[in-house]
């Protein structure tokens, strides 16, 4: 069928049976929630700007199956440019959404299982690849949007898989059939399940001999009998219920993160991408965590860029954007989201064929670029909280400022510089609060943290990958040491 439009991608989602709940209810429609909402607009964004002649450099490619325009989301990187292109359309989305638009973690999910399965079938004379192949044929075909699904609840932290007391901590096959596999467990805060139609799984550590069961990799539709999606709550989420957009500070876009329970889900054989080849569950971990890690060099900056926006006008509108102070701070902000764009493209460029051909990132840069936004986002988010002042968290809602008491009051007490409504300067101190402290801090701070693995993750990836005893020599051979 080809590309979808965003109106099309709506529709398809409404045609979907999802088993979704929310404050203890089950949502039957999650397309129209209010709550919800928000989240599938930044999604539908990916489909709209890929119909976009000025965006479609960066939003499509050629398909390397058939040679079709497809969405660059279900494309596989072909060389450097791709992964650098992938990089600019992730800011280039950030900037139109300030939202995690999470199509990004199927693509990513798509290019480490695409090189991973070629390498297992090298060794065992699997049929991973081919299945593939044909898988993401199909993904391409639909122009779905895809969730790539990764970390497991994990229980005891100090445990591996099979050592654990529940033995469903971590995602496990529970039965083996002709046909194929029966799975259970959980895949906990995943991004944009519920705006999916499909749904790719992955093991989340290395595995050793014992946890056979545990090493598996496979696609199945987010609607398929047993799969239930627990939404994650946000700080200030029910805000959206409200009708009020002012507060909301992001009214049109925004991000969202579920519990995923595999409730004994059937998987057929060929959506079967690893079943039982240990060795290779910390080769697909890495590559796709070195791929999202990448991706982080993208989005946080395009958001980054809304925020640097945002706390440039907040001081415009307070009458202190001349303060030479305020500059510094703006100038700081950007250097700060500028090297971490610098991460993003640097890794891209830096990067190589895989056996399979398709391209990765240099795993050491991409590794250094997650680390840097573990950090810098928080303190682009401390200096804009510094600029825009404590108002950005006392200021009377909208509904005071509409108020028959109220409203005078509100219009004559919070105005700032003239010439600047008091309604457009409340709107762009929302705007901060949303993604400092509200709805979409969950993608711009804690994700920052935690999304694509916690800072401790990227540790021990860059003492692996930096090669200190190479450094060691370097010195030695300058301080002519001879031992
Ligand atoms: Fe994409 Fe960023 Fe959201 Fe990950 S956090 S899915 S990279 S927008
Ligand atoms: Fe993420």
Known sequence: MGMMTGEEYVESMRRMNLQVYMFGKKIDNPVDDPILRPSLNSVKATYDLA???EFEDLMTAASSFTGEKVNRFL????????LMKKVKMQRMLGQQTAACFQRCVGMDAFNAVFSTTYEVDKKYGTDYYN???EYAKYCQENDFTVDGAMTDPKGDRGLAPHEQEDPDMFLRVVERRADGIVVRGAKAHQTGVINSQEIIVMPTISMGPDDKDYAVSFAVPTDAEGIIMIIGRQSCDTRKMEGTELDVGNSEFGGVEALVVFNDVFVPNDRIFLNGEVEFAGMLVERFA???RQSYGGCK???????????ALAADYNGCAKASHIKDKLIEMMHLNETLYCCGIACSAEGAPTEAGNYIIDLLLANVCKQNVTRFPYEIGRLAEDIAGGIMVTAPSEADLRGEITGPYVEKYMIGRKGVTVENRLRILRLIENLCLGTAAVGYRTESMHGAGSPQAQRIMISRQSNLPMKKEFAKKIAKISE
């Open 51 to 53: 119909q976009d002649p």
């Open 75 to 82: 494309h596989i990187h072909q060389s450097t440019e791709d």
């Open 131 to 133: 299945n593939f192949v």
């Open 290 to 292: 070195g791929y999202h």
């Open 301 to 311: 900056v395009g958001v980054g860029d809304v925020l640097i926006g945002a706390a």
